[in-house]
């Protein structure tokens, strides 16, 4: 396994570029990821950012740190993966299948964490090759948060790996719970937030470009804005959820959240205005 | 003084349908509602020029020009004018009470027969001036000489003419609604929203099939050209009603609300009433018995100190009354548990199962356990009818009633919250 330490991080604008040259790779028959671990040895949880994560995606003061929240620290992790050359995919065209994240102990500002990527496993799909990164963030050397990450690189025909599996079979039947409006500029406020700034994300003009007819939604942003309903309004100690994105979800748009909630959390999708398409479906428990 | 109690007989009920607000009856008042349903009455019974012993009855919703509402009411139908009545309010409460009120003359031997009912419309709702102007008003109608007065008047600001006082659905006490509340109660009890919502499509299913039956061919007459209750959807499906968004969730569970149109009650107008007379009473007018009106009971609840629901009540009152009645709750043919809000039927259900909450708050050694299911409310509830507050009392005794007397024989159980934090029930029989 090797360990690649990143003290100062590249910029989100050099993290791009790099992914956009990626392009250029012809991996072939990729057998195994390479292992390797990029590390930000210490990220302060800083309270500024905290804040305009939570002001985006929907949270009150009262969430504390969204559980989400380290993903932003470990994001531009994968990013520099994607652009490296060890890594045999091309970043453009990377589809994010599924997402699911977990918190172990409360989070908050000023906590100084220790951020891992690490490549995962190969993951047969239908539709080509899939493979899963797992981030951590440690603190004081405990684990506070895992994430794991399904991409998937379409048009590969003999993909490697477990056949993949969702973890949402649920029959249960969902009820209409609450509507949101994803308005146009969210893709570019959730760029700067991120620093994810895919230009599929930022306007009609640029996503035009790479083959969407608008710009769509980041999968996370309408991953945390679900959660900023779901989730009880104060900061919590665990918790887990677990998504797998489906269709684009368009800007602007409305949208409307399903769920069916039990004592400890709740199953949902978040789906188009009438209600008969899912963007995404998830499961929260807290 | 004559101390013996006789039986209490419902001879038969009679409602006008039941429309959501501002629909068909959108510029009809209480009086005219209530004048046609006592007339309907009058006339399936042939009561025409009969003085009979009281008729009480209500309003939630009232007009000060109503003070008198039901003997106004009462003069203008073929009934013999020397008709006494009175009006009552206690809520949704108003048509059971009223009933009980006069089943109690009739059993004490003060009356021999009676009626029970009430009305409400929320379409034709009583708006007040604005407070303030309306004491600037009150002040000028005090002041002596045209200088005086015109100085009071002048107090008059334009924004006084834009507020007017509007009647509010909500707790005085606790500033939230019926519903907010209602919701508050589905939170502590832990009613998803699935049960809410099958418990709402199985009222329209009953209802719907009790109208196909003909079963409100002598229950209800017709009225401003309608002749079935236009809130009833004939098969709503649970598809449907999962895709209403939660309408009381706001300030209560912000984003968890379990409430929605489809499983609460909606804004409805209304009226209905009840004949009750003595076995003699009856007997002498060839008019047949339905069933027998046999224990009453009326509880409430610390709402606001105590934080206890504030639909609760019923959950008390139904203890107490079997007590006395010698009885258990399965003891029942029928069961009809006034559908408020889907979630206050299933809190109540869950509250009688729960032994800690028959311990603590009821005072009961054993909970009172589950009902048969499949004896609730087999011809629709206020989710389908809809609910005009004071009337649906009288819907849900003349509904019994007529069952039991379908049946043969056996026993009802009535169960109606109200607001304010009570509850009226009641037990038929034949």
């Known amino acids: ?286 | 003084m004559n101390t013996t109690v006789r039986r209490v007989a419902i001879i038969g009920g009679n409602r006008i349908p039941f429309a959501r607000s501002n629909t068909v009856y959108s510029n009809v008042s209480n009086q005219e509602m209530l004048t046609a349903t006592l007339q309907g009455l009058a006339d399936r019974f042939n009561l025409h020029g009969q003085r009979l012993g009281d008729v009480a009855a209500g309003a939630v919703m009232k007009h000060s020009r109503d003070f008198n509402l039901v003997r106004e009411s009462v003069l203008s139908t073929t009934l013999a004018p020397e008709t006494p009545a009175y009006d009552l309010q206690q809520a949704c409460g108003t048509g059971l009470e009223a009933i009980m009120l006069v089943a109690n003359k009739i059993a004490l031997g003060h009356i021999e027969c009676g009626i029970g009912g009430g009305v409400d419309t929320t379409s034709d709702a009583p708006i007040g001036i604005n407070e303030k102007m309306r004491k600037i008003l009150m002040e000028a109608n005090r002041a002596k000489g045209t200088m005086a007065q015109l100085k009071v008047m002048s107090q008059i600001r334009p924004s006084m003419l834009m507020k007017p006082a509007i009647p509010k659905n909500g707790e005085p006490r606790t500033g939230f609604s019926m519903g907010e509340h209602a919701e508050l109660m589905a939170r502590e009890w832990g009613i998803p929203r699935e049960e809410q919502d099958q418990l709402a499509v199985a009222s329209h299913a009953n209802l719907a099939r009790a109208y196909k039956d003909g079963f409100f061919a002598d229950l209800i007459t017709p009225f401003k050209g309608v002749s079935k209750d236009n809130n009833l959807r004939e098969g709503l499906s649970i598809e449907k009603l999962r895709t209403l968004k939660p309408c009381f969730d706001k300030k209560v569970a912000p984003g968890q609300g379990t409430l929605t149109p489809g499983n609460s009650t909606p804004l409805t107008d209304g009226a209905s009433a009840v004949l009750l007379g003595s076995e003699e009473w009856a007997r002498a007018n060839n008019l047949p018995v339905l069933a027998y009106i046999t224990f009453s009971e009326v509880a409430a609840v610390d709402f606001f100190n105590k934080k206890e629901g504030l639909l609760m009540a019923p959950a008390y009152a139904v203890p107490r009354m079997l007590d006395r009645a010698g009885i258990k709750l399965q003891d029942f043919d029928f069961y009809e548990i006034h559908e408020a809000f889907a979630a206050q039927v299933l809190c109540t259900l869950k509250a009688w199962e729960d032994a800690k909450y028959c311990k603590e708050r009821l005072g009961l050694d054993q909970p009172l356990g589950s009902i048969d299911r499949s004896k609730l409310n087999i011809n629709g509830s206020s989710l389908a009818a809809g609910h005009p507050f004071a009337a649906t009392g009288g819907r849900i005794v003349a509904s019994l009633a007529k069952m039991l007397a379908q049946k043969g024989s056996g026993r009802g159980l009535i169960s109606i919250c109200a607001a304010g934090g009570q509850g009226v029930v009641a037990i038929l029989e034949r």
């Open chain 1, 1 to 286: 396994m090797k360990i690649i330490e990143v003290n100062k991080l590249p910029s989100a604008l050099a993290l791009n570029l790099g992914a956009l040259r990626s392009s250029s790779k012809r991996p072939g028959v990729v057998e195994a990821l390479p292992e390797v671990t990029y590390v930000r040895p210490r990220v302060v949880v800083d309270a500024k950012r905290v804040a305009a994560y939570a002001k985006v995606c929907g949270f009150s003061k009262a969430h504390g740190v969204p559980m989400l929240f380290p993903h932003l620290d470990a994001f531009p992790l994968a990013m520099m993966l994607f652009g490296s050359r060890r890594f045999p995919f091309p970043a453009m065209g990377l589809v994010h299948l599924a997402n699911s994240a977990k918190l172990l102990q409360r989070i908050h500002v000023d906590d100084v964490l220790r951020i891992e990527v690490r490549t995962g496993e190969l993951v047969a799909h239908d539709k080509g090759q899939a493979f899963t990164l797992h981030a951590r963030a440690l603190r004081d050397g405990d684990v506070v948060w895992e994430s794991t990450w399904t991409l998937l690189r379409l048009g590969v025909r003999q993909p490697r790996g477990e056949p993949y599996t969702s973890q949402l079979i649920d029959e249960r039947p969902l009820s209409h719970q609450a509507d949101f409006y994803a308005g146009a500029s969210i893709g570019r406020s959730y760029g700067r937030v991120s620093g994810d700034i895919n230009p599929i994300h930022l306007s009609a003009l640029t996503a035009k470009f790479l083959g969407f007819r608008k710009a769509i939604a980041h999968g996370m942003w309408t991953k945390a804005r679900a959660l900023a309903t779901l989730m009880p309004r104060e900061a919590v100690a665990q918790a887990e959820v677990v998504v797998e994105f489906k269709t684009p979800l368009f800007l602007p748009a409305r949208a409307s959240l399903w769920a069916i909630r039990s004592e400890d959390g709740a199953l949902f999708e978040v789906r188009n205005a009438k209600g008969d398409k899912p963007h995404l479906r998830g499961r929260v428990t807290y």
